[in-house]
């Protein structure tokens, strides 16, 4: 995905490793509870 997403466009799927090597899945997370994501760039790099 290349562009942002409009404020209230449901997030696409998508899966992931955390960095204590557990894998989660959005959608599965999404049926479960409610999602927050958040995206800190400056976690565990050098800038």
Not at 8 to 37: I, K, M, W
Request: glycine share 10%.
């Amino acid at each position: 995905m290349t562009a942002l997403l409009p404020a209230g466009t449901p997030a696409p799927e998508f899966s992931a490793n955390a960095s204590d090597g557990r894998h989660y899945e959005l959608g599965r997370l999404l049926q479960q509870s409610r999602v927050l994501l958040l995206f800190y760039p400056g976690n565990n790099t050098p800038g």
